[in-house]
């Protein structure tokens, strides 16, 4: 008997099937329109964006335009890229437009899908973001799709890192922008650290389209963006510390591989206290345990971390003398990425390269929070179903899964489970060759690129010819993916999340004809692509009969999506396909989630060596483990963003502060208030409401009135002669303020005075802002603590980060009263003296590029040019005060010969 939810799906469909359905009648709409495109000349399209963006902005709705601005883009692709878009991707476009996440498999043509709803929303004239994972992809889709955009009177920009200030507002003033989440999320970081609205460069956010939305908006929300800056250099200490762990034994530090923690146990502790005393970090007589040696304590214990739970070629890469994380999710490198608290440099003295100092916060922000900001948020993934309550829940993102083109014929085999890593590895290759021999492309996924690089060996000495995918091989990733279909091709790839290049059976014919086209630049397009089109038809056929790709995986993830993103690169757009995943009891998951019951378990069943266990049941049970695995990185992306909501209250404060601040023609106003409030504080403090006469500290106010406002005043006068209140002796401050005020705008001049004004804001906020960051990150990492007294860490970060908020709002009236008070006009020795310290600083950068330029071109660089002695300064030409001596001393020439006297 059926239960009443299957009955119910059966006759009413399910929500998915639904929403599906409510699409159809769109899809058909603007089909009917497609005719009356086609008959459009080119102008007519272009003309067709006009008229629609004069609508738009003139308050039609953006669903009214739909069906007539889908109809135009899908012409205004099939005439730019000769790509006529599916039923299909129309689907999944109006699910994006409408504020969802669209499933769609690999191989369905995602990023020709988000140009529909990007046209559609870019009418509105205020900008669409459109999100990829890395440089290369921004840069590939943006240029690319540029095509469809320009044919219909849109403009695209591309926003990449280190692009000039100028190029990148260029970029964000397009209709539509091409950008990667981590420059997105810098840019807006940056913006708000500018001076002026005219040095910002994003405008806004409007809507945006994340491409590989789970990896960005699940993967990496558990890290927060920070501009950091560099503190004092400790490199001493990290080599001294690193060179105590090697000598720990098992039963000096423990280890759990669930949480990624490791912590000292008891004699651990007691073994380093006495080497760190032989040693002299510790001083004799102090402990550990000591107030003093909190420093000292979390630095050994960054350094057992960095050896316990960091792997080279699996977290990180050595290059050129550099710790280059990579990213546990796509396998890429990570340039520039750093781990803070000290452990980035726990790993650089573990590796003898060089030490960077730590960095300091200067900004931060986390993905969830940044991608809050926009009006409208939409995705696309091929795998967004299994945390489809996470997008829910912190995005408020529905997730809808849009049918395949054709329907998908892939094999998903059951995992086949053996005892050892060995045994496994040896079934590996075997299925491997089995599949080779008959020419069938394989792709076989591995979780680290040690493994990557140990299959490799073994295929080499097997002899069988193959191409390895991981963060070493970053550059060539565009090849090595489109020759993954080739017939007999085997590729090996540390993970295949957010690739953005299709796996096409017998090759990519668009790479194929670039490759030949660089090879012979005299051949014709036309007959060239003809020909390769007729070769690549016949290989594909091939690819075909030998049964399409093979996905061979040699592990699971602890995610379940990164597992389906891997199958998924098999069975596109109908083609045939094959996945099977291979496991050993000595796998990461198995080993960390319950595999010794399963071990106990095959034992008594008896299997024989090189024995695969295969059934249904294992499979479920894995997926199980997966799901508590996710489960638990969810509750910790969770907690993170309810600590991180706490501060971003407080970063919407000061950032729209700022903003108010830069927009404003006249602040007077703003600081006059922050006068206004620090004078009814200082009376509050020396002439406290409810006390009598007797108790005020007159003298202590007349000497904070100095101190703060840079103001000798008789209050004392007042009070005797005129016996006056609290209130007025306030009054009587503040007006005597505006006047001093109102001189200072007299000598300095209204337009210089509001400038003034601006820049000791921003200063100030700024300040305060970033030493409030480094006081909020202090006070997190110890709340947790207050859970051991019975307190919830959580509301006791939301009482102290609003109590330490309310501080800085104190203080940064106090300071900017202060610094305004004390200012005053240049004298003209003074004057001549910045301008004559800017022209020398100004000539320096000259010769200073004159000489790159020189070291450029194969010269000598200006300092040393012929007759140069280091002995006589006369010979030196003009160094710039930050090069080093020519003298040779090591030293900065401002610092040695340069010496001001």
């Not at 146990?265 to 206290?273: I, M, P």
């Not at 760190?276 to 000292?296: F, K, M, N, R, W």
């Not at 005053?824 to 320096?844: F, H, K, N, S």
């Amino acid at each position: 008997m059926l239960g009443f939810g299957t009955l119910a799906k059966k006759v009413f469909g399910t929500p998915n099937d639904r929403k599906i359905k409510a699409t159809r009648p769109i899809v058909a709409q603007i089909n009917a329109l497609e005719p009356q495109f086609q008959a459009m000349s080119d102008a007519d399209l272009i003309g067709k964006t006009r008229e629609l963006q004069g609508r738009a902005q003139s308050g039609e709705s953006l669903d009214k335009l739909l069906p007539e601005a889908f109809a135009n883009c899908r012409e205004g692709a099939r005439r730019a890229l000769g790509l006529r878009a599916f039923d299909v991707q129309l689907m999944g476009g109006i699910f994006l437009h409408q504020g969802n996440i669209s499933e769609m498999k690999t191989g369905e043509g995602k990023t020709l899908m988000a140009t529909f709803p990007a046209y559609l929303n870019a009418l509105a004239g205020k900008g669409v973001h459109v999100v990829t994972v890395n440089d290369y992809l921004a840069k590939r889709d943006g240029e690319w799709m540029s095509k469809v955009f320009g044919a219909l009177g849109l403009t695209t920009g591309v926003v990449y890192p280190f692009q000039p200030d100028e190029e990148k507002r260029a970029a964000y003033q397009a209709d539509v922008t091409y950008a990667t989440n981590n420059e997105l999320g810098f840019d807006y970081l940056r913006d708000n650290m500018k001076g002026a609205i005219d040095q910002m460069t994003q405008r806004g956010h409007f809507f945006a389209i994340v491409d590989e939305v789970d990896s960005i908006l699940i993967d990496e929300a558990r890290t927060p963006l920070i501009i950091s800056g560099p503190s004092q250099d400790r490199s001493e200490l990290y080599v001294t510390l690193d060179a105590f762990i090697p000598e720990l034994t098992p039963d000096h530090y423990t280890l759990d591989e669930k949480t990624r923690n490791a912590t000292y146990t008891e004699e651990g502790n007691e073994y380093l206290e006495n080497r760190l005393h032989e040693a002299g970090v510790l001083p004799e007589g102090q402990t550990l345990y000591d107030p003093e040696s909190t420093t000292i304590v979390h630095h050994i214990n960054q350094a057992l971390r960095a050896h316990k739970l960091f792997q080279k070629d699996q977290h990180y890469i050595v290059r050129d003398d550099e710790i280059v994380l990579i990213d546990e999710f796509t396998g890429r490198m990570m340039k520039g990425r750093r781990l803070s608290d000290g452990l980035h440099q726990a790993i650089e003295a573990k590796e003898r390269v060089t030490i960077q100092p730590e960095n300091v916060t200067l900004a931060s922000v986390t993905f969830q929070n940044y991608f809050r900001l926009y009006d409208k948020l939409s995705g696309m993934t091929g795998t967004a179903a299994t945390e489809a309550e996470e997008f829910a829940e912190i995005y408020k993102l529905g997730v809808v899964e849009v049918p395949t083109n054709r329907p998908i014929q892939r094999i998903d085999e059951h995992d086949r489970v053996y005892r050892t890593a060995a045994e496994k590895y040896d079934a590996v290759i075997e299925a491997l060759k089995e599949a080779h021999a008959k020419g069938q492309p394989v792709l076989v996924g591995t979780t680290s690129i040690e493994k990557s690089e140990m299959l490799a060996n073994i295929l080499t000495q097997q002899g069988i010819a193959h191409n390895v995918l991981n963060a070493r091989q970053h550059e060539q990733e565009a090849k090595i993916v489109a020759d993954a279909g080739k017939l007999g091709a085997v590729t090996i790839a540390t993970n295949m999340a957010g690739r953005g290049t299709d796996i096409q059976l017998g090759g990519n014919v668009e790479m194929k004809v670039m490759e030949a086209l660089a090879a012979d630049p005299e051949a014709h397009p036309d007959e060239l692509r003809a020909r390769i089109e007729a070769e690549h038809a016949a290989e594909k056929q091939a690819v075909l009969d030998a049964g399409g790709l093979f996905v061979l995986s040699t592990e699971r993830h602890e995610s379940r999506r990164i597992d389906n993103q891997l199958r998924g690169r098999s069975g596109r757009q109908g083609d045939p396909g094959r996945s099977l995943f291979f496991l050993s009891l000595e796998d990461d998951l198995m080993r960390i989630f319950g595999s010794e019951r399963l071990d106990k378990v095959l034992s008594t069943l008896g299997m024989k060596e090189g024995e695969a266990i295969i059934h249904p049941w294992v499979n479920k049970s894995l997926e199980r483990a997966q799901a508590k695995v996710e489960g638990r990185n969810f509750d910790i992306r969770k907690q993170l963003l309810k600590f991180d909501d706490v501060m971003n209250d407080q970063r919407k404060a000061i950032f729209s502060q700022r903003l108010e601040i830069m927009q404003s023609e006249d602040v007077s106003d703003i600081t006059r208030d922050m006068r206004e409030q620090v004078i009814d504080d200082l009376v509050e403090e020396f002439m406290p409401a409810k006390s009598y006469a007797e108790q005020w500290d007159v003298t202590g106010l007349k000497g904070a009135v100095i101190d703060r406002l840079n103001m000798d005043l008789p209050i004392t006068d007042w009070i005797e002669e005129d016996g006056v209140d609290q209130e007025s002796v306030a009054e009587k401050i503040l007006a005597a303020t505006d006047d001093y005020m109102a001189q200072k705008i007299e000598q300095f001049g209204a337009e210089n005075m509001n400038q003034i004004e601006k820049q000791i804001l921003l200063q100030q906020i700024d300040g305060k802002w970033r030493e409030h960051l480094i006081t909020l990150e202090h006070l997190r990492s110890v709340v947790g603590f207050r859970g051991y007294a019975q307190r919830d860490p959580l509301s006791e970060y939301k009482t102290e980060g609003f109590q330490l908020f309310e501080r800085l709002l104190d203080g940064l009236r106090g300071a900017v009263t202060q610094q305004l008070a004390r200012i005053r006009p240049l004298t003209d020795a003074e004057r001549e003296q910045m301008i004559r310290e800017y022209a020398e600083q100004q000539a320096a950068a000259q010769r200073q590029m004159q000489a790159t330029h020189e070291e450029a071109e194969g010269g000598e660089p200006s300092a040393r040019a012929p007759g140069f002695d280091a002995g006589d300064p006369t010979t030196w030409g003009n160094p710039s005060r930050n090069d080093p001596c020519p003298c040779g001393s090591g030293e900065k020439f401002k610092h040695c010969h340069g010496r001001l006297a």
